[in-house]
């Protein structure tokens, strides 16, 4: 597996790197056309010739806009199915196309902004927070299904949910980022570029406005929702100083691997064929 701690470096809101901690280890999936809720979309309620926003998910924030400054390109559902959808139904709107979205709903005042491409972006400038080269989809695709169970069967990239893409990029590089804290800790030694271009990584993971593509298949909440807890964590350990407190920044860097770990292990099974019973085996029903 190509080694990527020479490129971890860091752009405006793009980064590039890649490689990987412990992660433990279904065929075309049902699909819904309605996007569910999730971290990834905020819903705003217009009232009164103005906008005022409550997102859906963990992360509760209020974001207004107004004309001349809204989050996202005006867009209906049905719009979006017409000219976005695959084969297998899914949205799927390239990064260079307005890809964050202003989805209104048939009968509502609601407006659900939402991510609809491949990539965590930045919902302002509509741009990924990481390297999305193919060069980094050919070493993170392969990790997260034979390397960690060589014994199942996968999907290919071409079948993945837009949320499954993101996040094979995103906790790869995430990963790369937590090998160079743990080798940081061994050696105390946190002066490094690479520390630092790390602990930049997870900060602007952690941010409100690093948006996630939005759920569209019931096992995409569930793995939004690890994500959510590991990036929260991620930006905890970014805002420590382990030079002052050696001790509380390792304990940190346990939780912000193990929430990293989890949703690495999750994100294994969704990508394999027979997701469902693997779910049922490792998880429970």
């Known amino acids: 597996m190509m080694k990527w701690n020479d490129t971890?470096?860091?752009?405006?809101?793009?980064?590039?790197?890649?490689?990987i901690l412990t992660a433990c280890g279904g065929g075309a999936k049902e699909t819904s056309s309605e996007t569910s809720s999730s971290n990834a979309a905020v819903t705003e309620t217009v009232a009164n010739g103005s906008t005022a926003g409550k997102e859906t998910g963990?992360?509760?924030?209020?974001?207004?806009?107004?004309?001349?400054?809204?989050?996202?390109k005006d867009s209906?559902?049905?719009?979006?199915?017409?000219?976005?959808?695959?084969?297998?139904?899914?949205?799927?709107?390239?990064?260079?196309?307005?890809?964050?979205?202003?989805?209104?709903?048939?009968?509502?005042?609601?407006i659900n902004v939402a991510n609809y491409s491949d990539a965590v972006v930045d919902m302002n400038a509509e741009v990924p927070i990481h390297s999305d080269s193919q060069r980094l989809i050919d070493d993170a695709f392969p990790y997260f299904t034979t390397v960690q169970a060589?014994?199942?069967?996968?999907?290919?990239?071409?079948?993945?949910?837009?949320?499954?893409?993101?996040?094979?990029?995103?906790l790869f590089i995430a990963r790369e980022g937590l090998l160079i804290t743990d080798d940081a800790m061994k050696n105390k030694d946190y002066s490094s570029t690479s520390f630092q271009d790390s602990m930049d990584f997870f900060r602007v993971t952690a941010k409100f406005e690093s948006m996630a593509p939005v759920a569209q298949h019931p096992r995409d909440i569930t793995l939004s929702t690890l994500y959510?807890?590991?990036r929260t964590s991620w930006g905890k350990l970014a805002e420590m100083d382990p030079e002052q407190d050696e001790?509380?920044?390792?304990?940190?860097?346990?939780?912000?691997?193990?929430?990293a770990n989890n949703a690495m292990g999750l994100l294994n099974v969704l990508l394999s064929t027979n997701e469902e019973e693997r779910v049922e085996e490792i998880y429970g029903k």
Do not use: C
Not at 8 to 18: D, G, L
Not at 150 to 170: C, F, G, H, I, Q
């Open 76 to 110: 209906t559902l049905e719009e979006l199915k017409q000219q976005y959808s695959d084969q297998l139904g899914y949205i799927r709107i390239p990064l260079n196309d307005h890809p964050v979205r202003r989805v209104s709903e048939n009968d509502s005042k609601n």
């Open 247 to 259: 001790a509380a920044f390792a304990e940190m860097y346990k939780t912000a691997r193990s929430d």
């Open 8 to 19: 971890i470096k860091t752009f405006t809101v793009m980064f590039s790197v890649a490689a």
């Open 150 to 170: 060589p014994d199942e069967s996968y999907v290919t990239w071409e079948e993945a949910t837009n949320l499954e893409r993101a996040m094979v990029k995103t």
């Open 58 to 72: 963990s992360d509760a924030k209020e974001t207004s806009s107004t004309d001349d400054g809204k989050i996202g």
């Open 228 to 230: 959510d807890k590991a």
